[in-house]
C-alpha cells in the first residue's frame, strides 16, 4: 500500500483526493498538511509541514504556490517523492524544482486528467498524418467565468504535442480580430471560452478538404484531476531521482 502525505488536505482538492483513497485499497493518506485543521481528518493534520513526523511514501500537492517553497525544502530533507499538482509557480520556483528533482523524484504536470493525457499522446500520431496533408489546426477552450487565465495551460500543452510533433513548424495565434488577412497554413489557432461552471472543455480541431476530424476532452467534475493525481503517487512509488509528468503515468 503507497502512503501518503496530503499536502493542501482541506482544500477542495485535497478532500476529494482523501475520499478517493478511503475507497482504494492500494493507498492511504497517513498525514495532511493545512494552513488550518478543521478536525474533521481521519488521518493528524499540521499545519507546519516542518513539524511532520509521520512517515510516508509520497507526498501529493495541491496548494497554492505560496506553499510550494517550504514544501520543496521538506521534501529534499526528507526524500520524499512528491506529485507536485500546484499552478501558477514562478520562474524561481520551477528553478528549485528542477533542483530537488536530482535529488528526489517529482512529478508536475499541466494537467493531471488521465483522459488528457492520453489525448496528448493521440495527438502527436494524428498531426503526424493530418498536418503533411495541409489540415488547419485549431484549439478551442472553454472553462468557467472565474477562470482569470486564457488559454488554459492544458491548451497549450495540447498545442505544444502538435508543435513538437511537427518540429515547431507552427505559430500559435490567439486573436485574428486586429488582423485583416487569409489564414496562414503554419497558424495553430487557440481560442478560449470562459462562461458559468463549465469545469474544463478542450476541443482539437484538424480541418482540411471537406473533411473535419475533432478530438474532445470534457471534464464534468475536479475528480478527474484527482484520480489522475492518485494514480501519479501510485506510479512514483519507488522511482529514482528524477522529473517525471503524466506521460510517464499512461506510458
Not at 476529494?16 to 498525514?31: H, S
Not at 509521520?54 to 505560496?66: C, K
Not at 485549431?138 to 498545442?159: F, R
Not at 487569409?182 to 458559468?196: C, F, N, P, Q, T
Amino acid at each position: 500500500m503507497v502512503k501518503v502525505i496530503m499536502h493542501g488536505c482541506n482544500g477542495k482538492m485535497g478532500k476529494i483526493i482523501a475520499g478517493i483513497c478511503k475507497e482504494d485499497p492500494d493507498i492511504e493518506i497517513v498525514a495532511g498538511i493545512d494552513v488550518f485543521d478543521d478536525g474533521k481528518s481521519e488521518f493528524p493534520v499540521f499545519t507546519d509541514i516542518m513539524k511532520c513526523d509521520v512517515n510516508a511514501d509520497v507526498i501529493i500537492d495541491f496548494s497554492i504556490a505560496t506553499a510550494v517553497d517550504k514544501l520543496l525544502e521538506f521534501v529534499e530533507e526528507r526524500k520524499i517523492p512528491v506529485v507536485l499538482c500546484t499552478t501558477a509557480l514562478s520562474p524561481e520556483q520551477l528553478s528549485k524544482v528542477e533542483k530537488v528533482s536530482k535529488n528526489v523524484a517529482v512529478l508536475k504536470s499541466a494537467n493531471m486528467s488521465l483522459g488528457i493525457n492520453t489525448l496528448i499522446k493521440i495527438l502527436k500520431d494524428a498531426a503526424n498524418v493530418f498536418a503533411p496533408a495541409g489540415y488547419d489546426i485549431e484549439i478551442v477552450e472553454k472553462h468557467h467565468n472565474q477562470k482569470v487565465d486564457a488559454p488554459s495551460g492544458t491548451a497549450i500543452a495540447l498545442a505544444d504535442s502538435i508543435n513538437e510533433a511537427r518540429n515547431n513548424e507552427y505559430e500559435y495565434v490567439y486573436d485574428r480580430s486586429q488582423v485583416r488577412k487569409k489564414r496562414d497554413k503554419k497558424e495553430l489557432g487557440i481560442s478560449a471560452v470562459r462562461g458559468g461552471t463549465i469545469v474544463g472543455e478542450h476541443e482539437v480541431i484538424f480541418a482540411g478538404i471537406d473533411e473535419v476530424i475533432e478530438f474532445k476532452h470534457t471534464a464534468y467534475s475536479k475528480s478527474v484531476f484527482a484520480k489522475g493525481a492518485v494514480e501519479a503517487a501510485k506510479f512514483l512509488l519507488g522511482k529514482p531521482a528524477g522529473m517525471y509528468d503524466m506521460a510517464d503515468v499512461i506510458g
